[in-house]
């Protein structure tokens, strides 16, 4: 999967400004509410230049790969080898959130769940989960109709995402899970950002929640975050707020970046009682705007990691917000 991150504009920022390239570990700032969440992206959507990106959280000019998700990686839980067995201690080794617990929680799939485990990692806490994460960038739980020997990410073949995917639904069905939260992007014949079939990604969905509804556990799917494709546009987050004036050129409608046939696909993969969609947009977007920077009370908060991930910091400060959305689905 192609990642495009901040990657010379931060670097000129850097200069620029005179601010050092990392930053502090990062302990989650205080979330809000689902509603105050939104009330703040109202007041963020239409910004004709962005607030100080010197001390946002994080500061643009301190991103780092490992924002992306919780790092370091957790050998065999997460990572983009070509590995795919799954650790024999997986319950422990790959547990985060209340790691005592003994109300398991899986989250799966590719580098989308990955940005969702810290919001996972806070609600785990706050909520007496164990939330046991396994997944590999680039394997989509849905399935990829390019041929097997096409590779998906760094030396990760189609054929390695298939093995991985089948080995994490056998460990889950003797893992006594309570619930699945399930978390990918859609490939279309060709690679990511081609052309998706409706039907082969609404095939491939229920195939994979039919497998962990039958462990007994509820199954919630994520729906996909308001993104910007390569293939369709050449604007991305970074330069949009580096450089990109006004503002509101790149503060585009949820139906322009919320890829749609994805988003159609999970809403029709929904079973009642069995499978829950969750819907992510109010967590980025008005009906007409989605916000790159959230002004709050505890600051001003980066959405974006790169094109199609929110940064570690974002995901951990809405878990509030995504714990609102989820529990329908999850009670």
Not at 245 to 257: D, H, I, K, Q, S
Not at 282 to 300: D, K, M
Request: glycine share 8%; net charge positive.
């Amino acid at each position: 999967m192609k990642r495009v991150k901040y990657p010379k504009v931060i670097a000129m920022l850097a200069c620029f400004l005179g601010v050092a390239t990392t930053v502090s570990s990062g302990a989650a700032v205080a979330g809000p509410t689902l509603q105050q969440l939104q009330t703040s992206i109202a007041g963020s959507a239409t910004l004709a230049a962005p607030p100080s990106l010197v001390h946002s959280i994080p500061p643009l000019a301190g991103m780092n790969p490992g924002d992306a998700s919780i790092s370091p990686n957790r050998s065999g839980c997460y990572g983009a080898t070509v590995k795919t067995s799954i650790p024999s201690n997986a319950v422990t080794l790959c547990a985060y959130g209340k790691t005592t617990s003994k109300t398991i929680v899986l989250l799966t799939g590719d580098s989308q769940a990955g940005m969702w485990l810290p919001a996972l990692d806070v609600l785990g806490k706050a909520r007496n989960w164990r939330v046991v994460f396994l997944a590999k960038s680039g394997c989509t739980p849905w399935g990829n109709p390019n041929p097997p020997s096409s590779i998906v990410f760094g030396s990760v073949t189609v054929a390695n995402c298939a093995s991985f995917v089948a080995n994490v639904r056998s460990w889950a069905a003797t893992a006594h899970l309570n619930s699945v939260i399930l978390a990918g992007r859609a490939i279309g014949k060709g690679g990511f950002g081609t052309t998706l079939d409706p039907n082969t990604l609404l095939a491939g969905i229920q195939d994979e929640t039919a497998a962990f509804v039958a462990t007994g556990a509820k199954v919630v799917v994520l729906g996909p975050i308001p993104s910007f494709n390569e293939k369709t546009t050449s604007l991305t987050p970074s330069s949009c707020l580096a450089a990109i004036r006004p503002l509101t050129l790149c503060e585009l409608a949820p139906g322009a970046l919320v890829p749609q046939v994805e988003l159609s696909a999970t809403r029709a993969a929904a079973v009642v009682g069995k499978v829950g969609i969750v819907d992510v947009t109010p967590l980025f977007c008005t009906t007409e705007h989605c916000a790159l920077v959230v002004q709050a009370p505890s600051g001003n908060h980066l959405v974006y990691f790169d094109n199609h991930h929110i940064n570690r910091f974002y995901s951990a400060w809405v878990a509030t917000a995504l714990g609102t959305l989820l529990s329908p689905a999850l009670n």
